[in-house]
Each structure stands twice: as structure tokens, then as C-alpha cells.
């Protein structure tokens, strides 16, 4: 693809002056309605922005590449704008958000394969630095434009292979467009300098592209996995070396990881279809592995939260129109309002669903480690940490251990399978039993123990200690009871803490000791908080903080967080826990104080917007709740934004 024929002079603006990115995107998107491009520029730039937010396309280099797929292109097109000074308003991947060239693609709606066969084309363009310095530097347009054309006549001139040898590159990113293309190229321009022949295959938005063949494969020393993603049909290249890598590693230093493939690779692909994974102890070190797997387990573990809360929140504001406000309470379930049984079994399924939260995570924190060994233990583990195990045994009074549960029965599931899969030799003709049987028996068997003697007494012991002390601290002063209510309603979200104090709390409201102001308010300051935060990162400091996966729960988080659910901040107090806890609690108690010492009064258990209008002194309420609900937004972000820069909170 000649990229000449996607854009003209008319659509190549050099030397502006323009100095944030609203500006520039919205001059850009005029300039391709102007020039008949698009058909509404409304529409278009709406679908921009949406991509937008979905990851950063800010890139090396100070190159920007945005793109809007939309009904309202024509024609495939893009437009460029180089900017006079760099603007620092543009999220990159790199964390410079300095951006002086931009480019604006428009794609018709449906046309994948022409959106990614010229994002593919234009980021291999803009690989080659020194094209991209002698654009930055193009005289006239015409110049401009020739050097991106030059640069296709010229792409295939690297694919030498001096040496006879060759290895494999197997890329993907979140997105799956851009930086796919680039960690490839990148990889492939190194090679080339080392006489080496590179196989890229792109895993992204349309699927496999350029897949590599058996033979392909028989003649590579070994495999590069440039992911973000999982890769696809990994067990093709059992018995080669291997390296696991970032997408965004290759950008930075290819070479490197080339020469780290051919000298101290990772270990051997081992991944047979009994779940084998590398076998090497070259692996990933044991943190990595741990953070791997929570952020695999959190990215499986949000569409349970997002579907128990859609399901809750559906029965619960149907309800509310009918003025019920009480719709789990179980003597709706016979009511001669076929409406109200249907909101009330409705509420009770999305409890339903949220009590597999815990198993999902966890499972899917252990498959991350063992792959498929640690699917089942894991989901066990998950199933203890939920305190299923007390339903189903008949116990009563028993406390979960909650999240914390999960996180170390979830990695324990992982860890004791690998090491059983791999530590376990059968014959041949036994080897089916390994998977089937061996693994997944001892594998929860030793679960059991370790929740019998450990996890349970440990971790639900704590959250019993913590109910006995809101117990033994329910007559004291007004202040200090409403500090300790609202800390420990929002130190787990929803969990056994939480509704240890909502059952001290409702009682003591019952009997009209105190109000349920500090409850009310801990339930719904957190989720909103949070949710308020992945909205307003790039605008404080001037970048994403959260990665794509949290950015959708965030949003989850915040509706849900005015239909007084909890759930859906979990996964960020999964994914960070010292931090998260800390923040929910300090700013639950910030939005307690300031509500109660303004005069705010709540008796009632209805911390749900439909509720806030029985609070007496609303406008105390919602200055406190407005207050909490800040504090944990600002200082999500600026914690996050300082642990991205010191390298302690990366961004995949």
C-alpha cells in the first residue's frame, strides 16, 4: 500500500501551532470533512475520542496515531499535523507525552482488514528513525509526503539472511494494531543487521496475520513472544528456546532481546496438550508470576462482577420505581406482582453470580501459573476464600477469609499443580492419568489442608477479630464509632469485614443507638471513588495510570457504586491491595466525619441514590460523600503516577 494514496497535499499540515491534543484533533477531523472524507464530523471525531480512551496511541519518537473506525468515512484517508512545539497532553506508551507529528486515520466502518493494512503500513513507516527525523525536518509538503512513499519502495531490502539462521517473533498488544506491528518490525530490522531472517506473526485485531508454517518453525533457533496477550498455538513451538517479553520491549532494544533469545533464552516451549508449560526453571521469577496471575485472574474475574451487578442493579431499580426498597427481602418472592418476584429473583441471581467472583479469580490466577493443572485447584481455593465450603458443609457462623484468601489460595493452587505436573513422571501409558486424576486429586487435597489449618483460622480469624472489635467498640463516642464503621465497611468491598460491620451497624440503628450515616457512606464512596479516577487520569497527569482492563472496570465500578455495590472496585484492591485499602479507608472516613460533623443523619439501610433523598441534612450528606469520593480519586491517580515513574506500577 502506497500511503500516497490514502492521504494528499490538501491533508499534510506542517509547522502548526497548535498546543493540546482537543485542538489538534478537532482541526484534523475538519480538514478530512472539508476534504470529503468523512461525512459528519461530529460522529467522527466521537468514535476518535472512543478510541482514544481505550489505550494510548501515543508512540516513540513523538509520533501520535490516532484513528476513528466510523459509518460516517467514505474512503479510507488519513491527515497529519506537525506541530511547531511538542505538545505533553498526548499518553504514550513510553510515558514521554511529547508529541510533534500526528497522524489521523479515518476507516470505514467494517473495513478491518483496510484499517489494519494501513495502520500496519503507516506504523512500519514510522519505525525507521531516521525517516522519522528527516519528516520532522520535510521542507514542503511534497518532500513530506515522498519520504513516506520512499520508505514502502524500501521495506523489503532488511530481509536478508546472511547467516543461514533464523528465529520467530510472535507479537500482540491490547489493542492489537499498532504496537503489534511496530515490536514486529523492529525485530525484524535487528535481525536483518545480524544477517538473521525474522518470521513475524502479527497476533491482533483481525486474528492471526502472517502466520509461520511447520517449515518455518523446523528451522528457527527459537521463538521471541512480543505479547501482551496470550499467545495463540503455543504449543507449536514445543522443544524451542524461548523468550517472554513486553510488546513495547522491542521498541526499545531489539537487539537485545535477540541476543538474549541466542544466548540465555527463558527455557524450552513445553506445551503439550496435557498442560505442560516451559519446563525450564529459566521461567518468569516468582513476583512476575504472582503479578501475571493476579492481573489474569482480574481480567477474567470483571465480567462476573460487571454481570452479578447489571443483574442486582436491574432488580433492584425496577423495584425502586415501585417503591420497594427492600426487594431481596425473601417475602417478595411470592408477591402478587409478578414484576416485584421477577426484581426479587433477579437481585438474588446477581448474588448469586458475585458469590463465584472469588473461584473465577482464583482459578484464573492459578491457570496463569500451571496453566490448565490449576484450573480446577484454583477454582477451589477461590470456592474456600468465598466461604462456600460453609454453605455446603451446613456450617454456620463460619467467616470467609475474602480476598486475601483468594489471592494466596489462588496462587498456592498454581504453584502446588505446576510443581506436581512437572515433578510427577508416569509411563507413557499412564500419562493420560497425570491431568486427569493425579494432579487435580493431590492438588485440592493439599488445598483442603492448607485452608483447614491455615488459611481459614489465619485470614477468617482476622476478619472475626475484627467483628468482635466493631462489637466491643459499639457504645463509644459518636466520632470514633463512625471512624471505626466506615473503615471497616470499605476495607473489603462487600466482604466478610464489610458485612460484619453492616450487621453491627444495622443493629445498633435498629435500636436507634446510632445511625448508619458512616455505613451508608463507606459503601459507596470507595466504587466511586475509584470508577471517578480511571476517568479524570489523563487529565491530572496528563496520562493513563490505569491499564485498559481496569479502565473498563472502573467505569463497572462507578454506576455501580451509586447502587451501593461494592464489588466492582475488587479488582483494583486485587491488583493493589496496600494501596487501595488504605485510600477506600481514609477517604470512607474523610466523607464519614465531614458528613456527621455537618449534621447529616441516616437510620435507614439505603446507601443507594434512591435512598439519599430519606437522608435528613442532604446537602451535609452529599458534601461529605463528594469529599471521600475525591480524595480517593486524586490520590489513586497520583500514587499510581508516581509508582509508573519510579518503575513500580507498569502499564501493559
Not at 186 to 193: I, P, Q, S
Not at 200 to 229: M, P, R, T, Y
Not at 235 to 247: D, E, H, L, P
Amino acid at each position: 500500500m502506497l500511503l500516497s494514496d490514502v492521504t494528499s497535499q490538501e491533508l499534510i499540515l506542517l509547522d502548526q501551532e497548535w498546543s493540546n491534543r482537543e485542538t489538534i484533533l478537532d482541526n484534523l477531523t475538519t480538514l478530512l470533512f472539508e476534504k470529503g472524507k468523512i461525512g459528519d464530523k461530529t460522529a467522527f471525531l466521537h468514535a476518535v475520542w472512543e478510541r482514544e480512551n481505550i489505550s494510548e496511541t501515543g508512540f516513540e519518537q513523538g509520533i501520535a496515531i490516532p484513528h476513528g473506525k466510523s459509518p460516517t468515512v467514505k474512503e479510507p484517508a488519513f491527515a497529519v499535523a506537525r506541530l511547531k512545539q511538542p505538545i505533553a497532553d498526548w499518553p504514550t506508551m513510553d510515558g514521554e507525552d511529547n508529541v510533534s507529528l500526528v497522524f489521523l486515520l479515518a476507516v470505514p466502518q467494517g473495513d478491518d482488514d483496510g484499517h489494519l493494512r494501513l495502520l500496519s503500513t503507516l506504523s512500519l513507516a514510522l519505525m525507521d528513525e531516521n525517516n522519522v527525523r528527516a519528516l520532522k525536518a520535510a521542507p514542503t509538503i511534497e518532500a513530506f509526503l515522498s519520504l513516506l512513499d520512499n520508505h514502502h519502495a524500501g521495506t523489503e531490502k532488511h530481509l536478508v539472511n546472511d547467516t543461514g539462521q533464523s528465529i520467530i517473533v510472535i507479537t500482540s498488544c491490547s489493542a492489537g494494531i499498532a504496537h503489534t506491528y511496530m515490536a514486529a518490525e523492529a525485530l525484524e530490522k535487528a535481525g536483518a543487521a545480524r544477517g538473521i531472517r525474522v518470521f513475524s506473526e502479527k497476533q491482533g485485531a483481525n486474528g492471526i496475520e502472517d502466520a509461520v508454517n511447520a517449515g518455518q518453525i523446523a528451522q528457527a533457533s527459537g521463538v521471541i513472544f512480543a505479547a501482551a496477550l496470550p499467545p495463540k498455538g503455543k504449543a507449536r513451538f514445543n522443544g524451542k528456546a524461548f523468550i517472554n517479553t513486553s510488546v513495547s520491549e522491542p521498541l526499545k532494544d531489539a537487539d537485545g532481546l535477540i541476543d538474549r533469545l541466542l544466548t540465555h533464552p527463558d527455557g524450552m516451549v513445553n506445551e503439550a496438550e496435557n498442560g505442560d508449560r516451559q519446563a525450564s526453571p529459566n521461567t518468569l521469577s516468582f513476583g512476575r508470576q504472582i503479578y501475571q496471575g493476579i492481573s489474569t485472574g482480574i481480567s477474567y474475574m470483571i465480567p462476573v462482577i460487571v454481570a452479578a451487578g447489571l443483574m442486582m442493579g436491574i432488580g433492584q431499580l425496577l423495584a425502586s420505581t415501585l417503591g420497594i426498597t427492600d426487594i431481596g427481602n425473601n417475602s417478595y418472592a411470592s408477591n402478587d406482582n409478578t414484576l416485584l418476584i421477577i426484581c426479587h429473583f433477579l437481585t438474588l441471581y446477581g448474588a448469586m453470580i458475585m458469590k463465584f467472583m472469588y473461584p473465577v479469580f482464583a482459578a484464573y490466577m492459578a491457570y496463569s501459573i500451571a496453566d490448565r493443572p490449576g484450573l480446577v485447584p484454583g477454582f477451589v481455593g477461590g470456592a474456600f476464600a468465598g466461604g462456600l465450603h460453609y454453605t455446603f458443609w451446613s456450617v454456620t457462623g463460619g467467616i470467609p477469609s475474602g480476598f486475601l484468601g483468594a489471592l494466596i489460595l489462588g496462587a498456592l493452587a498454581g504453584f502446588i499443580a505446576n510443581y506436581l505436573n512437572h515433578h510427577i513422571r508416569l509411563h507413557k501409558h499412564l500419562q493420560a492419568m497425570k491431568p486427569m486424576l493425579i494432579v487435580p486429586g493431590l492438588s485440592v487435597l493439599i488445598l483442603f489442608f492448607i485452608n483447614f489449618y491455615f488459611v481459614d483460622p489465619v485470614f477468617g480469624g482476622l476478619n472475626r477479630f475484627l467483628q468482635q472489635f466493631i462489637t466491643e467498640h459499639g457504645t463509644s463516642s459518636t466520632l470514633t464509632l463512625a471512624v471505626i464503621i466506615a473503615s471497616l465497611t470499605a476495607f473489603d468491598l462487600g466482604g466478610p469485614v464489610n458485612k460484619s460491620a453492616g450487621a453491627i451497624a444495622i443493629g445498633l440503628a435498629a435500636d436507634h443507638i446510632f445511625p448508619l450515616t458512616a455505613r451508608v457512606l463507606g459503601i459507596v464512596i470507595p466504587p466511586i471513588g475509584i470508577g471517578l479516577a480511571t476517568l479524570i487520569d489523563r487529565f491530572i497527569v496528563r496520562q493513563r495510570v490505569f491499564d485498559d482492563n481496569l479502565r473498563v472496570t472502573g467505569t463497572t465500578s462507578l454506576i455501580l457504586g451509586f447502587l451501593a455495590i461494592g464489588e466492582g472496585a475488587i479488582p483494583f484492591m486485587l491488583k493493589n491491595p496496600i494501596i487501595t485499602i488504605s485510600i477506600n479507608i481514609i477517604g470512607a472516613v474523610i466523607g464519614a466525619l465531614i458528613a456527621i460533623s455537618l449534621g447529616s443523619v441516616q437510620w435507614l439501610p439505603l446507601p443507594a441514590v434512591w435512598g439519599w433523598p430519606l437522608v435528613q441534612n442532604l446537602p451535609a450528606y452529599l458534601c461529605g460523600m463528594g469529599a471521600g469520593i475525591v480524595f480517593i480519586a486524586f490520590a489513586n491517580v497520583l500514587i499510581r503516577y508516581y509508582f509508573i515513574k519510579v518503575g513500580k506500577i507498569t502499564l501493559n
